[in-house]
C-alpha cells in the first residue's frame, strides 16, 4: 500500500456504501465478491478521518516497473 496520502473531497456517507467507506467493497465499481486490496489512503478535506481505498484488480492501474 502506498504510504501517500492525497486530500480529496469524499462524497456525504448518504452517498457513498458504507462498505466502500471500510474498504470492504470496492471503490470504483463496488464489487464485494472480489478480491480487494488496499491501493491508497484519502483523509476527508477539514477533519481527521482517514480512509483505506481498496480496489479489485479490475480497477487497479496496471503495475509499473
Known amino acids: 500500500m502506498s504510504s501517500m496520502m492525497e486530500e480529496a473531497a ?3 456517507v ?3 456504501s458504507i462498505a466502500r467507506l471500510h474498504g470492504l ?3 470504483e465499481c463496488g464489487a464485494v465478491t ?3 486490496e488496499p491501493s491508497h489512503e484519502v483523509r476527508q478535506h477539514g477533519t481527521n ?4 481505498v481498496s480496489l479489485c484488480a479490475g480497477c487497479r492501474p496496471p503495475a509499473t516497473s
Open 34 to 36: 472480489k478480491t480487494l
Open 25 to 27: 467493497a470496492c471503490w
Open 10 to 12: 469524499l462524497p456525504s
Open 14 to 16: 448518504e452517498e457513498v
Open 49 to 52: 478521518l482517514v480512509w483505506t
